[in-house]
Every structure is written in structure tokens, then in C-alpha cells.
């Protein structure tokens, strides 16, 4: 993904209005849907057409699902818990490492949809972030033959 203020400056607008908000609608669907990358939605046309299907006949669930599908390939879901009248919704980038062991996200609301949609903005903002750290220029510094390890084993 390229660097782009304005994405990042609509993924905080969108958080902010998903906090306020108390359950999911078309329009908070359709502002998480804007805040996906372009190109790859233009390269996903028929996903999201589903997910445009889905929110007009109020499939908020399926299309929160549809849309981390979407806006979230690398991302996969690893925990899906109803406790206490929340969800608790858990993505992680393998499924398979325990929670504690790798990257997760965790958001909780009372309707499922919105706790996916929470972590569909998560993982875009994590994705935005991590696009922005600068990477070293220059050449790598070589290593020297003669290491010396010093150390006390008594």
C-alpha cells in the first residue's frame, strides 16, 4: 500500500464515528468500505459488489465478514467470543500461533458487526502504520571475520 494522508486521516474519522456509534448501519458500512485501498478494491470488483449487495438488504454481519475478507488479506479471524452480552473478536496474521505468542487485534461490542468492523479499521490502521516506518537506506554494514565472544561462564 502507498502512504497516503488522507487515507489515514478517514480510517481516524471513521474509528471516531464507529465509537459514537451504537449499531451498524448502511452508511457506517459504506465508511469503512471508503477507507480500503483503492487498487485493491478495484482489483476485488465482484467482492465488492457482494458486499454492496449484502449491506442493501441489512446483512450487517456478513458483509462486516465480507469486508474483512476484503480490506484485510492478511489478516485472518482466530477467536470469535460471546460473554457477558459483548462479542470479543480476535485477528490474527496465523491462525495457528497462540495469542500471547503473535501480532493480535481484539476489539469487543455488543453486536457482532460492529466488533468486525472494529477490527477491520484495527488492521487498517496497524497496515497504514507500519507502511509509514521509514526503511534504512544505504548499504548493509558488513560484518567482521573476527568475532570474539566474551563471556564468563564461572
Known sequence: MLFHPNRIERLANVADRLNKTTAPSA????????TTDRTQVASQGVAAAHIAQL?????WTEAAME???????????SRLIYDNGEWHCCLSPERELPDWLGQTIETRHEYLAM????????SSQYEVSTDETPTPIGPPRAISDNLVLCEDFF
Not at 452508511?27 to 469503512?32: E, G, I, Q, R
Open 27 to 34: 452508511v457506517l458500512l459504506y465508511a469503512v468500505l471508503s
Open 55 to 59: 449491506i442493501e438488504c441489512g446483512a
Open 67 to 77: 469486508l474483512l475478507n476484503l480490506c484485510c488479506p492478511r489478516w485472518q479471524l
Open 115 to 122: 466488533a468486525l468492523l472494529k477490527a477491520v479499521l484495527e
